[in-house]
C-alpha cells in the first residue's frame, strides 16, 4: 500500500516522515547515544526522535520533561492531562498528536464520545462539565496564551481542579505547545506504506 | 545565568505560595530550567549565536505580549553584546532593511511557527533549506521556538494562578 499523507484528525495509528534528515545510529555521537537511550537492547528509535537528536543536549533535557508531565503521580489525573494535551494538539492542527492523546485519553477514562465530540466539533465542542473546564483551558492557553485569566481561572475552580491539579494542566497543554511546533512543523502523518 | 527564569520573571519569593506549588514539581522546574539552558545558551551554539537566540526569544516573547519575558530576554541580549542587526529583529514591530536572505527566512518562520503553528508546511522547511540552513539548523531552530513557546505559555499559565 502507497503511503498517504494524513490531514483529518482521527484515531487511527499513524506512522510520521520527518521532512528533516533523522540522526543515523551508526554514525550518531555518543552524545547522541545517550540521549537517545540507546542500548544493545533498543535500538527500536521512532523517526521523530532521532530528528530531534540533531540537538542531542535539548533532547536530553525534554525528554525527562516530557515525562514527568505527563506521568507523575498525584495531581492532575492521567486523563485530564491527555486531554489537555489534545486541546492544544486541536488548536495547532498536530494530527500525528491528536492520533496519539485522543486514544490515550480514551484507554484512560473510557469515554470515547468525549473525542467523538472534539473530532466532530473542533474547539466549540460541547462536553460534560469537568472535561469542558479542562478542554476550554486547553484551548484558550494555546490560541490565546496573552488572554488568560480570571474568567479561566474561575471555570476551572468551579468544577473542583486544585492548585497542583492546574499546575499540571498548565504544564500538559504547554508542553503540547512544544511538542506541536516540533511534530507539526519537521515532518507529517502518514497512513500506510 | 539566573536561577529559574520562570520564578525571576513572575517576581515568585520563596515563602509565597506559588514558589512553594512549584516545587512541588521539582523535577519538571528543574528540566524546565535547564531546557532553557539548551536552547538558549547550548555549550556549541554552532551557527546560531547566543545573541540571535536571545533577540529570536525577546521577539517571540512580544509576539504573544509576554512583557515579562520580552524584558528578560532584552537583558539577555544586552549581556551578549548584540549588534544593531540582533536588537533590531528583537522587536517585530521594527521592520529593518537589508538583512540576509538567511535571516529573512529565520525570521519568517519564527513568526510563523509562534503565531500560527497549524499553518506550517513542509514548502516552509524547504524555505530554510533554501536559505542556507542545514538539518542541524533547523532542528535547532525548531527547538528554540519550541522551547520559547512553552515558556510564553507556562508563564500566562503561572500568572493566572499568582493573581487569582
Known sequence: MAKE???????????????????DLDSATPQQLEALKVTPSNRKISAYVLVLAQEAEALAERTPLFNDIMYSEGGLSRGGRELGALAASIVNRCVYCASVHANRFIANDKLPEIIEEIYARGVKADLPEKYQAIFD?????TANPDKVGVYQFYHLREVGLSDLEILDLIHAV?????ANRLMHTLGEPVRGG | MANDVIDEVLGLSQGSDLFRLRVQRAELKHRTQTSYQAALKPSDPRNLSYAMRAALAARMARLWNSRELAEHYDQLLGQEAPDG??????????R?????????A?????????????DATRADIERLYAAGLDDRDIVTLANLIALVNYQILVT???????DN
Open chain 1, 5 to 23: 499523507v494524513v490531514h483529518e484528525f482521527t484515531l487511527d495509528t499513524l506512522g510520521w516522515d520527518p521532512y528533516v534528515t533523522p540522526v
Open chain 1, 137 to 141: 483551558f486547553g484551548v484558550e492557553l
Open chain 1, 174 to 178: 504547554a508542553i503540547f505547545g512544544w
Open chain 2, 85 to 94: 542587526v540582533e536588537s533590531a529583529i528583537s522587536d517585530p514591530k521594527l
Open chain 2, 96 to 104: 529593518p532593511e537589508g538583512l540576509t536572505a538567511r535571516l529573512e
Open chain 2, 106 to 118: 529565520i525570521i519568517r518562520h519564527v513568526d510563523l511557527v509562534t503565531l500560527r503553528p497549524k
Open chain 2, 156 to 162: 500566562a499559565g503561572l500568572r493566572m494562578l499568582r
